[in-house]
């Protein structure tokens, strides 16, 4: 009875704080509340360690307790959470960690950084192998964030969940400033400037049913194939998809997304974060297929470094588990300036070249606007392996617009006019190029592109594509060139 008031007193102090007790974020996690408790059941050392199947899908999930000793990690919690890991990779199925901790357990001192040790090398070990997923649902500091920033998708829930290296009272005594732990390491923070965090939600309730629909739409494992575009599953959308011809004009691209894919399937990854690209997960006649589209709507689907790396990211993610990637083009370029000259564009805009260059999923791209420069070789193109391009009628693809090519071409002859000879002269110039070289045609001719298709048209040629691309032998260079490892551009 004693324990019975342990547990509801627990429960009222986390649900003070707004908060869920450990057991019932389990519950709302695994299918009707089932689970399995392994290693030390029964006995409350700070965190629990559990089996059971969520969305379907066996699940091995490590969930801190606050309650017990601020859910500070010491020697033993350490190796129970690297014991969970090793049974996931074992069964290979996914690791789900419930974050809700002060961090290391200062008293043991060296022991619980080396516990600390003992996840951050399980996680890179099973990182490609099985999907690791982070739940952050409470404080998250110290040496306790690395796990989540290296697991492939971390989760937050608004005003509970912060996340930070050294907290507000550490920075208070080094720097003299007064800042909050929300302020330092909020949901905010993290999904909107940093992007640390992939998703976050008003509460943990809607955190846990969408951290379900993400477990039932990735595989178990590396070695789960992907399935064929289901015939039976397919459904011809009515209606002509439109997006404005006059490529100064803004759309939302998510409608594009959402016309061709299954209806209500496309789930979003980092929405708030480099919001020049969108990224994320959709079904295609039943089949998961990773999303990669650039948004006309903000900087008018500029690559930048954050994007470079969202987008990278994404793309090896899916390479790594065997989801096709279809990507949507509408890219007018690296965005210029001395910012992101400064920031790397470089070294960051080399990470997409790289991810599309090393996939060897199958790959689509579609172009529908404008594919200048080397954002459209970055862009899932063909000359970095993709399987086919399909472009719609709308598509200019150039190494740059009429605006910039016509100021260089003509450089010369623009220097002797000036006034309306001046203005006559540019517009001639530039209806002459974008007539001759902003087209898709060349690029059909030399086999660029494979096809140019009617907006309409594009659900179904995806999914003949697809179908074909999914069919075909996978192999990698890398593999011919007998080399260990490539080295990625960090």
Not at 127 to 140: D, K, W, Y
Not at 251 to 273: L, N
Request: glycine content about 10%.
């Amino acid at each position: 009875m004693d324990e019975i008031n342990k547990i509801e007193a627990a429960k009222q102090k986390q649900h003070a704080k707004g908060k869920l007790f450990v057991t019932e974020r389990l519950d709302k996690l695994f299918d009707d509340g089932k689970y399995k408790e392994l290693f030390d059941k029964g006995r409350r050392i700070g965190v629990l360690i559990c089996e059971g199947k969520v969305n379907g899908k066996r699940v091995i999930v490590a969930a801190q307790d606050f309650t017990y000793r601020g859910g500070t990690l010491g020697m033993k919690i350490g190796e129970n959470i690297a014991r969970a890991q090793d049974v996931a990779i074992s069964k290979k199925c996914p690791f789900i960690t419930i974050n809700d901790s002060g961090g290391a357990r200062i008293q043991e001192g060296i022991d619980s950084l080396a516990g600390y040790g003992e996840i951050f090398y399980r996680n890179v070990m099973a990182s490609g192998f099985i999907p690791q997923i982070s739940v952050i649902l409470g404080p998250c500091a110290g040496g306790a964030v690395y796990s989540p920033g290296i697991t492939d998708f971390v989760f937050m829930v608004e005003n509970i969940a912060q996340m930070y290296i050294t907290g507000p009272k550490v920075v208070k005594s080094v720097t003299g400033s007064n800042i909050t732990a929300e302020e330092l390491g909020g949901y905010k923070v993290h999904t909107r400037e940093s992007g640390v965090s992939h998703f976050c939600y008003p509460d943990e309730e809607t955190c846990f049913h969408e951290l379900r629909r993400l477990i039932g739409m990735l595989p178990k494992n590396c070695e789960e194939k992907a399935a064929l575009p289901r015939k039976e599953l397919y459904e011809k959308k009515s209606g002509e998809i439109e997006i404005p011809e006059n490529t100064r004009i803004g759309y939302d691209v998510r409608e594009v997304i959402r016309a061709v894919m299954d209806d209500e399937t496309f789930m979003e990854v980092s929405p708030e974060f480099a919001q020049s690209i969108v990224v994320g997960f959709a079904t295609l006649c039943g089949t998961t297929i990773g999303v990669v589209a650039n948004q006309p709507r903000c900087l008018a689907g500029s690559l930048d470094c954050d994007t470079s790396d969202k987008a990278a990211r994404f793309v090896r993610f899916c390479d790594a588990f065997g989801i096709p990637l279809i990507t949507f083009t509408d890219v007018p370029g690296y965005l210029p300036g001395s910012s992101q000259e400064t920031k790397g564009i470089i070294r960051h805009g080399a990470k997409l070249l790289y991810a599309f260059s090393e996939a060897t999923v199958p790959k689509v791209n579609i172009i529908l606007r404008k594919a200048y420069g080397g954002a459209y070789i970055a862009m899932n193109s063909k000359h970095l392996g993709a399987d086919f391009v399909i472009a719609w009628p709308t598509a200019e693809v150039a190494v740059m617009g009429e605006d910039g090519a016509v100021e260089i071409l003509y450089a010369k002859e623009l220097k002797s006019l000036s006034g309306k000879e001046r203005a006559d002269f540019l517009e001639e110039k530039k209806t002459e190029y974008k007539t001759e070289v902003i087209n898709y045609k060349h690029g059909l001719e030399m086999g660029y592109i494979d096809q140019v298709i009617q907006p309409s048209e594009t659900r179904e040629t995806i999914y003949t594509l697809l179908n074909n691309a999914l069919k075909k032998k996978r192999f990698s260079k890398a593999k011919i060139l007998r080399k260990k490892h490539g080295n990625i551009p960090l």
